[in-house]
């Protein structure tokens, strides 16, 4: 069996270091923005990732997790050690905003957590295995061939529960419209 690319990197092999951004490049980005407000913390962030994950390519063991697991928790490990800390410091945009907005800026946060908790409820309406997908598709941001390959599903059935999988979510959450909008 071939070496993993963060093995290779492990070994000091500098082709690697290219091969690892290339594959997984667009994986750690999406986690970045998907969990970052501001896209220049995304890209610090990405940049941490793969530091980290150069100094740290001799931690990774496949009978753990699959690479693209492997990387994208420490991606997500990273971001939200960053959210942490860019929220112990107080900004003054966001000072402005709760003094110019505290009323707006309650409502919106009760609005999406009681939208939060709703769709929460409706995932878990689904078949294990349609949870699986859409989790590691929204809150890890693979894409279905990632899932593939992170789970060993075909890469038709992980379209296959991604989609029937929002259809449901939608039906419990009474949303009409267009799946094409919400695509995994």
Request: glycine share 4%.
């Amino acid at each position: 069996m071939a070496e993993s690319i963060l093995q290779r990197i492990a070994n000091g092999d500098r082709n690697a270091v290219q091969e690892c951004l290339d594959k997984y490049g667009g994986l750690v980005w999406s986690i970045a923005r998907k969990l970052m407000r501001n896209p220049d913390d995304a890209e610090d962030v990405v940049q941490e990732v793969f530091v980290d994950l150069w100094k740290n390519a001799a931690r990774f063991d496949e009978s753990q997790a699959s690479e693209t697991t492997f990387i994208a928790m420490i991606a997500r490990r990273r971001v939200i050690d960053k959210i942490r800390h860019s929220s112990r410091r107080i900004s003054a945009d966001s000072l402005d905003d709760v003094l110019l907005e505290p009323f707006t800026r309650s409502d919106q946060s009760m609005q999406i957590s009681v939208e939060a908790e709703e769709a929460a409820k409706a995932m878990r309406t689904l078949r294990p295995e349609q949870q699986q997908v859409l989790r590691l598709s929204i809150v890890q941001g693979m894409s279905h061939q990632e899932i593939a390959d992170a789970t060993g599903m075909p890469l038709g059935t992980v379209k296959t529960h991604a989609r029937r999988g929002l259809v449901a979510v939608r039906e419990v959450l009474g949303v009409s419209g267009n799946l094409q909008e919400a695509t995994v």
